[in-house]
């Protein structure tokens, strides 16, 4: 039978799961992670024609080729594939943008362009992927940092600019999906309409309503017109009184990369 065992095409006469994994090399135990047609598999199983399936040995790291199969193992078969060719757009990298940056390079989107012109100070770490680390540093490197300790072979176009009026279309040329991450209102409005009034190829998800504690399904992804989804709750935004914290915050970040991803698969309900 013709099978694809950790991302090359091969035929085998093996019949399970455990009999395929020794006659590679591994050892069918806890120290081997045996996962098929994206599902991690505690016990030996049949194998068919057509299943994809990866062996992982704890501890290890793998080469690109071996650690973008294993990424595409736990993904829905045939989703890696796409991701990988993906270009994604972050325009700033607060407390959604660097949420959204991590959660898309941990999906293996193949290139990843991260736009902010600010540092990382103490007042960030309550919701920002950054740590006492990364105090000081810029935002674009702290990102591209974290990055590369979870996927170093995603391709990480950084600039370190404010985005204005002026160089907003220039800016995002070579982008045809972009995560708009600002928290500034005017900043937002300005990037939104920008882009959709001027492009007519360009996907925007962005975000209104995410701040305080309350309840999480309140947040949700409205597709507002073909090319414009906007994630949030429309109506909590921080003021006195308001603050962002991470759980919501986090909360609208995993939506505008979820809805990011389904853009990239074709899939464009926000249901």
């Given amino acids: 039978m013709n ?5 090359k095409e091969i035929t085998t006469n093996e019949k399970t799961l455990y009999s395929l994994c020794e006659s590679r090399g591994y050892i069918a135990d806890e120290n081997t992670v045996k996962i098929i047609n994206g599902f991690q598999s505690a016990s030996d199983t049949e194998i068919k024609d057509g299943d994809e399936i990866v062996f992982i040995k704890k501890g290890v790291f793998p ?4 650690l973008e199969s294993m990424l595409c ?3 829905t078969p045939k989703v890696y594939e796409k991701v990988k060719n993906a270009r994604v757009a972050v325009a700033g990298l607060g407390g959604l943008g660097s949420n959204i940056a991590l959660n898309l390079a941990r999906t293996g989107v193949g290139t990843l362009h991260l736009i902010d012109f600010d540092v990382v100070e103490p007042s960030n770490l309550n919701r920002q992927q950054y740590m006492i680390k990364h105090l000081g540093m810029k935002k674009t490197q702290a990102v591209k940092e974290q990055i590369a ?10 600039e370190d600019i ?3 009026e002026e160089n907003c279309l220039e800016v995002f040329k070579d982008d ?3 995560c ?3 928290d500034n209102p005017l900043a937002k409005a300005m990037l939104v309409n920008k882009l959709l009034s001027e492009r007519n190829d360009v ?4 975000a209104s309503g995410m701040a305080g504690y309350f309840s999480s399904n309140s947040i949700k992804t409205r597709k507002i017109s073909e090319r414009f989804y906007l994630c949030g709750d429309m109506e909590n935004e921080a003021k006195q009184g308001m603050g962002l914290m991470a759980p919501r915050v986090s909360v609208c970040a995993g939506h505008q990369s979820n809805m990011a991803l389904k853009i990239i698969l074709g899939d464009f309900n926000n249901e």
């Fill in 3 to 7: 099978i694809k065992l950790n991302g």
């Fill in 73 to 75: 193992a736990r993904h």
């Fill in 63 to 66: 080469n690109q080729q071996e």
């Fill in 180 to 182: 708009e991450a600002f």
């Fill in 176 to 178: 045809f999906i972009v």
């Fill in 162 to 164: 404010k985005i204005t």
């Fill in 203 to 206: 996907y925007v998800v962005s």
């Fill in 149 to 158: 300790q979870i996927n170093p072979f995603v391709k990480v176009i950084s």
